[in-house]
């Protein structure tokens, strides 16, 4: 039951371009989307939310959108730099009786070409 | 304040025998995640800990899978009896909340790599 999903599992992008990160969820539960990105070696790193009643945040180069009634949300990083090179993953997060648990996606791969 | 910090970095271990992993989270963080990662895939949910209590269990934690937290402070993730199929990285994050305010953003370590002969 993959309830976020991520169908890109890599993107090219040139350096300066925009890179756009798609993410599609099934669970209407969720309250709030994060994106993490990941570097070879180590652990994910957060890097910008959204609360499921937000349309939109925005946070220097890196701007999520969020489309409650298509179940979708979206990264947008302009402009890409060679070093946003990495893995991304789009996560929700559900509050159930057991707490809070966050839920990741497959990762999407970015390669920013210089 | 070091972040999250997990050991062994790497372990590999003949199947059959059991392995066992730490995670000291970020020392004010009073909820703990245990992880697992394969190769291609999203981290997927496997326990959560508020203070000492576990909340959580996934279905993917089979009966040969034990984690604590002792005292509410550092956790360990047992495997016994380990399998082929349990090769992944174990990935550890912690996080501070009350209630259910914020994003509840989780500080990972780098991981625990298995791989079972």
């Known amino acids: 039951d993959q309830q976020v999903k991520q169908n890109s599992p890599s993107l090219s992008v040139q350096e300066g371009r925009i890179s756009i990160l798609n993410c599609d969820y099934t669970?209407?539960?969720?309250?709030?989307f994060l994106w993490y990105k990941k570097y070879p070696a180590e652990g994910p790193t957060f890097l910008i939310s959204?609360?499921?009643?937000?349309d939109k945040n925005e946070d220097g180069r890196f701007t999520v959108f969020l489309n409650k009634s298509a179940k979708h949300l979206s990264l947008h990083i302009v402009p890409s730099q060679p070093g946003d090179s990495a893995v991304y993953f789009c996560?929700?997060?559900?509050?159930?009786?057991?707490?809070?648990?966050?839920?990741f996606g497959a990762g999407t791969r970015l390669f920013v070409k210089a | 304040d070091t972040g999250v910090s997990q050991n062994p970095r790497h372990k590999i271990t003949k199947r059959g025998q059991n392995v066992t992993f730490r995670c000291d989270p970020i020392?004010?963080?009073?909820?703990l995640y245990w992880y697992r990662q394969t190769l291609g895939q999203g981290p997927e949910f496997l326990t959560y800990?508020?203070?000492?209590?576990?909340?959580?269990k996934s279905r993917l934690l089979s009966d040969r899978f034990s984690a604590e937290r002792p005292k509410g402070s550092f956790s360990t993730l047992e495997i016994q009896r380990t399998e082929q199929g349990d090769s992944a990285m174990y990935l550890c994050?912690?996080?501070?909340?009350?209630?259910?305010?914020?994003?509840?953003?989780?500080?990972f370590g780098a991981g625990s790599r298995l791989t079972v002969l």
């Open positions: 020392s004010e963080h009073n909820r």
């Open positions: 996560a929700a997060r559900v509050f159930n009786t057991g707490g809070f648990k966050t839920i």
């Open positions: 800990f508020q203070n000492e209590a576990q909340l959580e």
């Open positions: 959204i609360s499921s009643i937000k």
């Open positions: 994050a912690s996080s501070l909340g009350f209630m259910q305010s914020g994003a509840n953003v989780l500080t």
């Open positions: 669970n209407s539960m969720f309250d709030y």
